[in-house]
């Protein structure tokens, strides 16, 4: 029990821990840095979808073409439903996206934010329930690292810009660690929603890998790819899968 509450926690501590940078920090995040760490954090979570969940949904017991193929489509259609349905605001953005809304651009900023935490909470609590079902608890611990290790520049990312928009130091930290409550809480919900259908694990585990790459795709790289300097975010997505595959591959 205590190993669990440690993996689902540490993602909400690496984004605490890069929310603070806005203590430390005077001026917002540099182009350069902020296109290396979008790269860095989309290279992470395109390997955990790939190494930490698809490959294991195929090679589990009940898994295969059908639960992969349906559980991914799932993910997408989930993320693509909530970014519908959710008025929210993206980093840099002008306009909002969702329905009209009388949101401040603070609260629509943190709202695009705990969209984007949402699966990858999703992920660490599925592979912690297949710890029951093959999975080892080692692997386990390699996504929630690797989130944890990517959400310290996202939760930078999140806090910096609030304090440019004049939120005070305090009031941008709170912001973008509350955006990270939203990943335990994921996290729960799936290892919840696991024990009482073991056997769509196959599913879950797919479901949690489309999730997290609709984040990627829809958000994360037109985001780098805007402007200059986008070569940083293509070393920054190299960085990012290649260490995520290492620590999944060593770990697991």
């Given at each position: 029990m205590t190993a669990l509450i440690i993996g689902i926690l540490l993602p909400l501590a690496g984004t605490m821990l890069g929310s603070a940078f806005v203590f430390f920090m005077k001026k917002d995040i540099p182009d350069r840095l902020q296109k290396t760490l979008l790269g860095f954090a989309s290279g992470v979570m395109v390997a955990a979808s790939i190494w930490s969940l698809i490959i294991p949904g195929l090679e589990m017991d009940g898994?295969?073409?059908?639960?992969?193929?349906?559980?991914?489509?799932?993910?997408?259609?989930?993320?693509?439903?909530?970014?519908?349905?959710?008025?929210?605001?993206?980093?840099?953005?002008?306009?909002?996206?969702?329905?009209?809304?009388?949101?401040?651009?603070?609260?629509?900023?943190?709202?695009?934010?705990?969209?984007?935490?949402?699966?990858?909470?999703?992920?660490?609590?599925?592979?912690?329930?297949?710890?029951?079902?093959?999975?080892?608890?080692?692997?386990?611990?390699?996504?929630?690292?690797?989130?944890?290790?990517?959400?310290?520049?996202?939760?930078?990312?999140?806090?910096?810009?609030?304090?440019?928009?004049?939120?005070?130091?305090?009031?941008?930290?709170?912001?973008?660690?509350?955006?990270?409550?939203?990943?335990?809480?994921?996290?729960?919900?799936?290892?919840?929603?696991?024990?009482?259908?073991?056997v769509a694990l196959p599913y879950l585990l797919a479901f949690a890998a489309g999730a997290m790459m609709y984040v990627v795709v829809e958000d994360l790289i037109p985001e780098t790819a805007q402007g200059k300097h986008t070569n940083l975010s293509t070393i920054g997505f190299a960085l990012g899968f290649v260490l995520m595959m290492v620590m999944d591959v060593v770990l697991g």
């Open positions: 898994g295969g073409i059908v639960p992969a193929s349906v559980g991914f489509l799932a993910g997408i259609g989930f993320l693509l439903l909530i970014d519908e349905l959710t008025p929210h605001l993206h980093v840099g953005a002008a306009n909002a996206e969702g329905p009209r809304s009388r949101l401040s651009r603070t609260a629509m900023l943190a709202l695009a934010v705990t969209i984007h935490n949402l699966p990858e909470g999703m992920a660490v609590g599925v592979v912690f329930a297949g710890s029951d079902y093959g999975l080892t608890l080692s692997a386990a611990f390699a996504v929630s690292i690797g989130i944890a290790v990517q959400n310290i520049p996202e939760g930078a990312i999140i806090s910096m810009p609030m304090y440019a928009a004049g939120n005070s130091r305090w009031r941008s930290f709170f912001i973008g660690t509350v955006s990270g409550v939203v990943e335990p809480i994921g996290s729960i919900a799936i290892i919840l929603l696991a024990s009482a259908l073991g």
